[in-house]
């Protein structure tokens, strides 16, 4: 069973910055996309930044110029770099992969155990 573990998350001031990190306990046959999500107290879970096979990055408005996600892709991980923390970013950070993990499979989603980021004003 593959188990995507988080580190990274805690207690910082606004401003402050953060790095987040994800790795995958097994190798797959092909990880195509890595994602950062994020859930808020009484909200909905939301999508945070994407990286594709390819490098390509997304992100969600209220944190573009701030966050930058990337990969290392021999290490099978993912990496949420965050900049000028709001106390708005506060939230449980969940990581996703969208993977196979034998080339017989297809691809399914897979996520971490999420980790809790606190930003006090």
């Known amino acids: 069973q593959v188990q995507l573990v988080e580190s990274g998350g805690g207690l910082v001031q606004a401003g402050g910055s953060l790095r987040l990190s994800c790795a995958a306990s097994r190798n797959f046959f092909n990880i195509n996309r890595m994602a950062w999500y994020r859930q808020a107290p009484g909200s909905q879970r939301e999508l945070v930044a994407t990286?594709?096979?390819?490098?390509?990055?997304n992100y969600a408005d209220s944190v573009k110029g701030r966050f930058t996600i990337s990969r290392d892709n021999a290490k099978n991980t993912v990496y949420l770099q965050m900049n000028s923390l709001k106390p708005e970013d506060t939230a449980v950070y969940y990581c996703?992969?969208?993977?196979?993990?034998?080339?017989?499979?297809?691809?399914?989603?897979?996520w971490g155990q999420g980790t809790q980021v606190t930003v006090s004003s």
């Open positions: 996703n992969l969208l993977a196979r993990r034998y080339s017989y499979r297809p691809y399914e989603d897979y």
């Open positions: 990286i594709a096979s390819g490098g390509n990055e």
